[in-house]
């Protein structure tokens, strides 16, 4: 069955950079999703990308997409404590619905 | 355009009562997903519905669970006989057709005392 791993905690200072690791392993996934949750509230759609693409940036977000590894990684440039959230990483395995199969989350912490 | 709403946000229930959660999608979106966050875990997909059909029912526990979307009003995602097990945040989303990001609403946040 599909299985999406991230690693569960990470802190970083204000104005460093953060990388966000994933690995996924249903081959078949069409489309990669970040999504972003502050304590008690939704899921904040980030960015995503189709799984033709390696790169994709959006102001201070960059995701990474390693195919042939299954990894993907987003990419916070000059991180703000206002950054400081769980992150959650998605894979949607079909075409036409997507039924999102999710990470257990990374929780980024952004000291001053 | 108002994003997907949930109501109630938090709701909380005694063993064996009935919990009755909706979900509003956004505006021009057919198609509504229910997710369930367990404390420290990813969300779990339940459901997915379009307007008058369920679609996919693989992630939705065999009893006491069910959902609709009817053709006029709020998907409604309804729980019966809660146990402690059933606490949870519950994650509606919506999509409008043949697009594949999701647009998640706020949550439910149910309690099961």
Redesign the interface.
């Known amino acids: 069955g599909e299985d999406?791993e991230q690693s569960l905690f990470l802190s970083v200072r204000e104005g460093d950079s953060s990388v966000i690791n994933c690995t996924y392993t249903d081959s078949s996934s069409?489309?990669l999703?970040w999504?972003k949750q502050e304590p008690g509230?939704?899921?904040?759609?980030l960015t995503?990308i189709f799984s033709n693409m390696d790169m994709k940036q959006d102001q201070r977000l960059t995701v990474l997409l390693n195919k042939k590894d299954k990894h993907l990684s987003l990419r916070i440039a000059d991180t703000q404590t206002g950054d400081s959230a769980i992150y959650?990483c998605?894979e949607?395995p079909h075409?036409g619905?997507?039924?999102?199969?999710?990470?257990?989350?990374t929780m980024l912490l952004v000291s001053p | 355009n108002a994003g997907v709403m949930q109501n109630p946000r938090h709701l909380v229930r005694r063993r064996g009562q009935e919990a009755r959660l909706r979900c509003s999608p956004m505006k021009g979106h057919s198609h509504v997903y229910w997710y369930r966050q367990l404390p420290e875990e990813g969300l779990k997909f339940m459901v997915y519905l379009q307007k008058e059909n369920i679609i996919d029912e693989s992630g939705m526990p065999k009893e006491r669970f069910s959902a609709e979307f009817p053709k006029e009003g709020p998907s409604i995602l309804r729980i019966q006989q809660v146990v402690r097990g059933d606490s949870a945040a519950y994650f509606c989303a919506s999509s409008p057709p043949r697009e594949e990001t999701q647009y998640f609403g706020p949550g439910t946040r149910l309690l099961v005392l």
Do not use: I, N, P, R
């Open positions: 999406v069409t489309y999703y999504y509230a939704g899921l904040q759609l995503y959650f998605a949607s075409s619905y997507s039924t999102l199969t999710f990470g257990k989350g």
